[in-house]
């Protein structure tokens, strides 16, 4: 189980004076995170991204630009893609978060995951999570997306590596699975 | 980073106290520039108030036209806003990325920080950011900055494309402040720097934007948006155009062509529509419309390539409609 409790989000330098005289404490916060539902204490000024990773441990969610410019980041914040290091964590109580471990059952592969294995879908990996969470969101919210529509729609995740392809392909295996499974 | 007291008020009332009362509270949306603002320390806010529990999100339709809550997240996907306002629909597309669509708010879009890189760096020079320390643009590079409307002072472009688009449709935004409602052409909120450019825009100490009202038009339906940069997609616009053509009886009756990606605010050019206006739609008024979008242009010789950006995609626009 996944569980916090410390005062501060790791890493970050401890609050100068100023904090106490605004008043500023670290707030208690209840997300539910791959469907275990977690309190800690987070630093008002924590991002999600930080403290799934510093916090939480889940360190599959990478920390690329940390600037909203490359989508390594990206988890489903109540089932909708989002990049994590643009939030702060302390604005979600109560919020479902779901990171790349989430999305496995067991040793069984989500369907995405399935593809990307089967088509190559990278080569360093680094962007990986961050590809495969924005693609599970992209079929939420396009079930029907066609091979055609799937760059721009994917266009916020950037490969260095420049595996662009066969990530392409890999989500246009994995929607038509989904869409047989129907 | 430096820390703040976080709020997330119920009520707009509530929200409005809480600015009120702190001179140094800011507002948080979307987040999706605040957040690298504040890691970046460009902004330093005592007091955040979240306002994502407040109820300002969805569309409102009447026969008027549609009401959009400033929290209506850029993602917004209504095949009725499609047809009635496609200039819209495609600016708002083509801008960010996914993911980013899915959190940033039409309020939070308007009043998004400019992307001048020294304004967003603070070991640089930058009146826009902090008064009276001059501009490090002006020396630097200014290759991606403005053509039209700067000033000695500052040369930064607003980056929204969504703003470009409410521009073209008459927009207005609803704000609210402890003296009651105001309503503001969406022409009239963003500032032109002159001497003053950290005075950005038009709200008042302690207003908050609850609303976007787009009027029935009757050129909005025959509408599209344009946008010029560096890559295909994920980008900020080096140029961009908000075009909308109404035509009776083959002649042009009104016309609202405007620019992103060139000034500091949106940019309307009034010369371009000018050109439209009792003439029939074709290739020769479509060309001298694209020549008459370039009056006015100041460009620095790192930009002057955005001229011929603006006739480019201003041609390229209202091309679109022919079709439409
Ligand atoms: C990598 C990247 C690429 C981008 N590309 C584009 C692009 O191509 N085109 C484009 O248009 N934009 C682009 N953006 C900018 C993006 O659209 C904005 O960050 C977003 O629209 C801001 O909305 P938000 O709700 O997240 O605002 P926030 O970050 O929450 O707030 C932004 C500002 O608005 C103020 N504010 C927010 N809501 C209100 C309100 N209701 N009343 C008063 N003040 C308010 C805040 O105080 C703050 O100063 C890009 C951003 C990134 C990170
Ligand atoms: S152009 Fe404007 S925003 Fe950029 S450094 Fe100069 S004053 Fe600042
Ligand atoms: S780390 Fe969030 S977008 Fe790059
Ligand atoms: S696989 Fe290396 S960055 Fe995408």
Redesign the interface.
């Known amino acids: 189980m996944l569980a916090g409790g410390l005062s501060l989000g790791a890493g970050l330098a401890a609050p100068p004076v100023r904090a106490e005289a605004s008043g500023a404490k670290p707030e208690i916060l209840t997300l539910v995170v791959n469907g275990d539902r977690v309190r800690l204490e987070v630093d008002v000024r924590a991002s999600l991204l930080d403290t799934l990773r510093d916090r939480l441990r889940l360190t599959g969610t990478k920390k690329g630009c940390d600037q909203g410019a490359c989508g390594a980041c990206t988890v489903l914040l109540d089932g909708r893609r989002v990049l994590s290091c643009l939030t702060l964590a302390v604005m979600h109580e109560g919020s479902e978060v779901t990171t790349v471990e989430g999305l496995a059952e067991g040793d069984r592969l989500h369907p995405v995951q399935r593809a990307f294995v089967d088509h190559d879908g990278f080569q360093c990996g680094f962007c990986t999570s961050g590809q495969i969470m924005s693609a599970v969101g992209l079929l939420a919210e396009r079930p029907r997306v066609t091979a055609a529509e799937i760059p721009e729609l994917m266009s916020g995740n950037l490969c260095r590596c420049a595996a662009y392809s066969n990530i392409r392909d890999a989500i246009e295996a994995a929607a038509h699975l989904s869409r047989e499974g129907e | ?6 709020k ?1 008020p119920g009520t707009v009332r509530e929200a409005l106290r809480l600015i009120a009362t702190h001179p140094d509270a800011e507002i ?1 949306a ?3 520039d605040l ?2 603002l ?2 970046d320390r460009v902004r330093t806010p ?3 108030v ?1 306002i ?1 529990g407040l109820p300002l999100d969805g569309l409102r339709w009447s026969r008027d036209g549609v009401r959009i809550g400033a929290l209506c997240r850029n993602a917004v ?1 209504d095949p009725r806003l499609a047809a009635a306002y496609p200039v819209l629909v495609r600016a708002l597309r083509s801008g ?5 669509r ?2 940033a708010t039409f309020g939070g879009n308007l009043l998004q920080g400019v992307r001048c890189p020294y304004f967003r760096l603070p070991e640089f020079a930058c009146g826009r950011r902090e008064p009276g320390t001059g501009c490090a643009a002006i020396e630097g590079d200014g290759r991606l900055l403005g053509i039209f409307g700067t000033s000695a002072a500052c040369i930064a472009v607003h980056p929204s494309d969504c703003a470009v688009a409410l521009l073209a449709l008459d927009a207005t935004v609803v704000v609210e402040g402890a003296r009651g409602t105001r309503r503001i052409p969406v022409g009239d909120l963003h500032r032109l720097p002159g001497d003053t450019p950290h005075v950005e825009h038009a709200l008042r100490d302690g207003e908050l934007v609850v609303a976007v009202e787009v009027p029935a038009s009757p050129f909005a339906a025959r509408s599209t948006y344009v946008k010029f940069r560096e890559r ?3 980008a900020f616009a080096l140029a961009s155009a908000a075009v909308a053509v109404h035509s009776e009886r083959g002649v042009v009756r009104d016309a609202r062509v405007c620019l992103g990606g060139v000034a500091p605010k949106p940019w309307r050019a009034h010369t371009a529509e000018s050109a439209l206006r009792g003439r029939r739609l074709d290739a020769a008024a479509i060309e001298a419309a694209a020549e008459a979008a370039t009056a006015g242009a100041a460009p620095r010789p790192d930009n002057a390539y955005k001229v011929e950006l603006v006739r480019g995609v201003v041609r390229r626009a209202l091309t679109e409609l022919l079709v439409k």
């Open positions: 980073m430096d820390t703040f007291e976080y997330r948080i979307g987040g999706t957040v690298t504040l890691r005592a007091r955040l979240d994502n996907d960010a990325s996914p993911q980013i899915n959190r295909a997609s994920y």
